[in-house]
């Protein structure tokens, strides 16, 4: 399976020429072609996560899959959505993914109610990844290392609305992951940081930093 970044909490994973987007906005590349997508994930309801997903879903015919509120929303905007729930394993044709407690908020740009925030653990080919969505720290990640063992973790770094370096490399602890790919930083001027610091202390607790440029 291939990862690819595309800026702040976007990612596309190529699953043997299967594709899927989480969190889709576009925004850092406007250059990405949209085409042969399978699936859509969306953490949560805000601007900055459900980015394009709707567009992409109508353009592309890919089912969004987020929490109930949040896909009854895209489904009356014109969407294909299907529902998931904290808690329960969801198969898809190249997997399966879970719904996992991540601590925000969640609405629409035009402030509609988007249910709870949530990440999301994928078992894709042996190998699970935890996309942590926009959170803080919280103790639902000791139980995320203990019951999914991720091996990869993309998780939030850019403080203000989430999880700063800091509190990241706690959760990475915790998680257990080898492998840590940061997100949510230097989008904007609110959650600018130091990547180089982020760096430091993922390998200083013995893990590997994964820092992706925006379309690598
Ligand atoms: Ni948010
Ligand atoms: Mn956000």
Not at 123 to 137: M, P, R, V
């Amino acid at each position: 399976m291939d990862i690819k970044y595309l800026g702040h909490s976007a990612f596309e994973f190529n699953i043997n020429g299967k594709k899927i987007l989480i969190d889709p906005f576009l925004f850092c590349v406007p250059e990405y072609k949209i085409e042969h997508i399978n699936d859509i994930f969306v953490t949560h309801a805000h601007g900055d996560h459900l980015g394009n997903a709707i567009e992409i879903s109508q353009k592309t015919g890919a089912p969004i899959t987020a929490i109930f509120e949040l896909a009854n929303y895209c489904a009356k905007k014109g969407a294909i959505a299907t529902d998931i729930g904290l808690g329960a394993w969801q198969d898809y044709s190249w997997g399966r993914a879970i719904a996992v407690p991540a601590f925000h908020s969640s609405s629409t740009p035009d402030g509609v109610y988007g249910g709870c925030p949530c990440g999301f653990v994928f078992e894709i080919d042996g190998q699970t990844i935890y996309h942590a969505g926009d959170t803080c720290l919280n103790s639902e990640m000791k139980m995320i290392g203990e019951v999914y063992r991720p091996d990869i973790v993309m998780l939030p770094i850019g403080g203000k609305y989430t999880m700063d370096i800091e509190h990241a490399v706690t959760a990475a602890e915790w998680l257990g992951a080898s492998e840590v790919i940061p997100m949510h930083y230097n989008t904007f001027d609110a959650i600018s940081i130091n990547i180089e610091e982020f760096e430091r202390q993922i390998r200083e607790i013995g893990k590997m930093p994964r820092i992706l440029k925006i379309g690598e």
